[in-house]
């Protein structure tokens, strides 16, 4: 084996090597690439955006120029013109910039861990601050004396940023006192027994008296609560709207009163 042959043979063993090394290169980077792409959040999708075509096009250019370098290398080998010194040279400035870019993404990666710290932490204070909040309304609101008032209501609205209801009072029993009440006033169903004597009974098991027909204006506190089935209140404010289409079927309402404002409505689920 010649001189010549051999330096081929070392030419062949450095560029195989060199692929070696690429492609090791290139799976590293492709994968450093998705799990950024992963973590990311989308505040930092353009820019990753940018780092991974910035990779894919600096492993092309890299691929493109060692594949450049082989043909050539390989057309100066067979002309008896190898250069082993620039092949070697091509390899450290291809492994000098593979070091530039993983130090820019442990910097990025560095960074964007500080910034997920700090929105964690400002979460948590928010959720304390929150929290805080409703624990200062609950014991406010236990402070007060309320009064509960079964009620149809004909009406609500809106004035001056302010919610008004129209409140037809009523008088609410069920089981023993709705039977009871519906006797004295004349209202009980009644059958003989075998013995002679009076049954009273209701059909529905319970009685609903409207002493007046008078209607009422309430004023609703601004975070009143509302507990109806067809309504999922989620934000503090009142739902009007879907509270409107609820009071056309005439549901029992309980009102709980403390100094002639409402501050919660609950559906009284009929027998």
């Not at 023993?176 to 529905?204: I, P, S």
């Amino acid at each position: 084996m010649n001189k010549k042959e051999e330096e081929l043979i070392s030419m062949h063993y450095q560029m195989e090597k060199t692929d070696i090394k690429q492609q090791r290169l290139e799976d590293r980077l492709i994968s450093i690439s998705e799990d950024l792409r992963r973590s990311k959040k989308k505040r930092n999708f353009y820019f990753v955006f940018i780092l991974v075509l910035m990779l894919l096009l600096t492993t092309g250019s890299l691929y493109i120029i060692l594949n450049e370098k082989e043909r050539s290398v390989v057309k100066k080998s067979l002309e008896g013109d190898m250069d082993v010194q620039q092949l070697i040279f091509e390899n450290d400035s291809l492994q000098r910039e593979v070091s530039k870019l993983k130090t820019d993404i442990s910097k990025y990666q560095n960074n964007d861990l500080l910034i997920k710290t700090g929105s964690i932490t400002s979460l948590s204070d928010t959720i304390e601050n929150v929290k805080k909040r409703e624990e200062l309304v609950a014991d406010a609101e236990s402070k007060l004396k309320f009064e509960k008032k079964y009620c149809y209501i004909n009406r609500v609205y809106k004035s001056n940023d302010v919610v008004f209801i129209e409140a037809d009072i009523i008088e609410y029993y069920q089981g023993r006192k709705a039977v009871k009440k519906a006797k004295e006033l004349g209202d009980a169903e009644y059958d003989l027994d075998k013995n002679g004597d009076t049954l009273y009974f209701l059909y529905n098991n319970y009685y609903i008296h409207n002493q007046s027909s008078k209607s009422k204006i309430l004023e609703l506190d601004d975070k009143a609560r509302v507990k109806i089935e067809n309504i999922n209140q989620i934000s503090s404010g009142f739902p009007l709207k879907a509270f409107q289409k609820v009071i056309t079927d005439k549901p029992v309402l309980i009102l709980e009163i403390s100094n002639g404002i409402v501050y919660r409505i609950t559906e009284q689920k009929l027998p």
